[in-house]
């Protein structure tokens, strides 16, 4: 049985200013994931998303890549028991 969990991902690169938050809004919604994204002072851009585990393993893999004209060189991933905390996924 699939679990419900929380993945924190950061990503860095070429993220900012490019629709990376919309990119993954879009793809969060279709899953039926809740959260958020959000730029990072540093650069990066942050997505906090609760869900049932193989969605986000999905949600990850999309990140990851990032949409055209993004350039993603890094990402960290952190799992989590998922909290509950949210009832959407949000754009800040």
């Known amino acids: 049985m ?6 924190e991902i950061i990503v860095t690169g070429f993220v900012q ?9 879009r793809k969060a919604t279709e899953l039926n994931l809740i959260g958020y994204c959000k730029n990072l002072p540093s650069g990066e851009v942050m997505t906090v998303a609760e869900g049932l585990r193989h969605d986000l393993e999905e949600l990850v893999k999309y990140v990851k890549v990032g949409p055209m004209g993004a350039h993603v060189s ?4 952190e799992w989590f ?3 509950d905390e949210f009832n959407q996924f949000d754009v800040f």
Do not use: E, K, L
């Not at 699939?2 to 993945?7: F, T």
């Open 81 to 83: 028991p998922m909290t």
């Open 2 to 7: 699939d679990r419900m969990q929380r993945v």
């Open 74 to 77: 890094r990402y960290t991933t």
């Open 17 to 25: 200013g490019v629709g990376f938050r919309y990119f993954v809004y």
